[in-house]
């Protein structure tokens, strides 16, 4: 099974700045994917990035907002621009191997 | 669009009593049908999946769900709650169509578990 490390595990950010959100994956995948989890939510796909291509955006997020980066097969970021309070969330990487998705542990942000 | 519905926010059991949390999907095709852990502080982990054959599925932790078409239902099952089983859980859906769609999940609102002594 994929292992996957995410950093950081937690920040507190100031609004207006930006905090980019790294993904390692200890196999080569094709495909992994970004959700978010606002407090009490459940989790929403932000979009799906694949080596090589630009990012897949689900509706409601666009890549000014939540740029992806995805140089490699094992490596991903999602950058959060311009936070605002209403990013304080769950952030979580996700891939898909074989029939099963993986999570990592998540990257808690606060924006204050 | 798919969806999934997780009518219980929150339930509370007592420790060795039996369990069901109830999932409702809408998906115009087969589902792929998850039943996914999130304890505090940690990452989800994978109970079960549905993907054809049998309607009833075993999973990790004495937990099983069983499929129903008719009712659009993905019920997660144990006949005896140990308390560390108190999480939060979450039923999800995918599609047909490869290995994107085991990554690229619908989730409902979550079941909050709180397990009595």
């Known amino acids: 099974s994929a292992v996957i490390s995410q950093k950081p595990s937690r920040d507190i950010c100031q609004r207006g700045t930006s905090l980019t959100i790294q993904c390692q994956v200890d196999?080569?995948?094709?495909?992994m994917f970004w959700y978010r989890q606002q407090p009490g939510q459940s989790l929403t796909l932000i979009a799906t990035?694949?080596?090589?291509?630009?990012?897949?955006?689900e509706s409601g997020f666009v890549i000014d907002k939540f740029p992806i980066s995805r140089p490699n097969l094992t490596f991903s970021t999602l950058t959060v621009s311009n936070m605002s309070p209403e990013d304080s969330s769950i952030y979580l990487c996700?891939?898909?191997?074989?029939?099963?998705?993986?999570f990592g542990q998540g990257t808690r942000l606060t924006v204050v | 669009a798919q969806s999934v519905t997780q009518p219980d926010i929150h339930i509370t059991v007592s420790e060795g009593a039996s369990l069901e949390l109830r999932c409702n999907y809408s998906?115009?095709?087969?589902?792929?049908l998850f039943w996914y852990v999130q304890s505090p502080g940690q990452g989800l982990q994978l109970l079960l999946k549905?993907?054809?054959?049998?309607?009833l599925v075993q999973g990790i932790k004495g937990f099983e769900a069983e499929f129903k078409r008719s009712l659009s239902s993905f019920n997660l099952r144990k006949p005896s709650v140990h308390w560390s089983d108190a999480a939060e859980y979450f039923c999800?859906?995918?599609?047909?169509?490869?290995?994107?769609?085991?990554?690229?999940?619908?989730f409902g609102q979550g079941t909050i578990l709180t397990v009595h002594p």
């Open positions: 996700s891939v898909s191997e074989g029939t099963e998705a993986f």
């Open positions: 196999s080569q995948v094709t495909m």
């Open positions: 990035a694949n080596q090589g291509s630009e990012a897949t955006y």
């Open positions: 998906y115009g095709a087969t589902p792929y």
């Open positions: 549905y993907f054809s054959g049998d309607t």
């Open positions: 999800a859906v995918g599609g047909p169509g490869g290995g994107t769609s085991y990554g690229k999940l619908t």
